[in-house]
């Protein structure tokens, strides 16, 4: 079964709605603090231009991560676990066979 061929229930979009919300609030808020660290250590215009290509950067990578189209969040789910911003509990709700999927990129990622 690929990711294509997955059906989601309305129970198991809710579960993953709410997972995939608490994950984008906790990598936004690690963005935000870091993004105030490096801002007040902003000294001359040299350090704005950085900054700002850092925050580009960030953005396109954050864009990449957060994808909730539904094919994709086995992926998504595990990168989320494998960064620390997602714990596979709070997926609790969905099909076994899903959950099967996020650990087998889980397992693929960890060997990286």
Known sequence: MTMRDLKWSGSE???????FDQA???????LLAEFRRRAAAV???ADLWELERHLR???RALEELLDFRYSQ???VF????????LDEAQLAGLAEE?????RSYLALLRRR
Do not use: C, T
Request: positive net charge; aromatic residues 6%.
């Open 13 to 19: 979009k809710k579960v993953a709605r709410r997972a």
């Open 24 to 30: 984008a609030e906790a990598v936004f808020a690690e």
């Open 43 to 45: 000294a001359e215009p």
């Open 57 to 59: 950067q960030q953005r």
């Open 73 to 75: 969040l086995p992926f």
């Open 78 to 85: 595990a990168r989320l676990i494998h960064e620390g911003h």
């Open 98 to 102: 899903k959950l099967e999927l996020v």
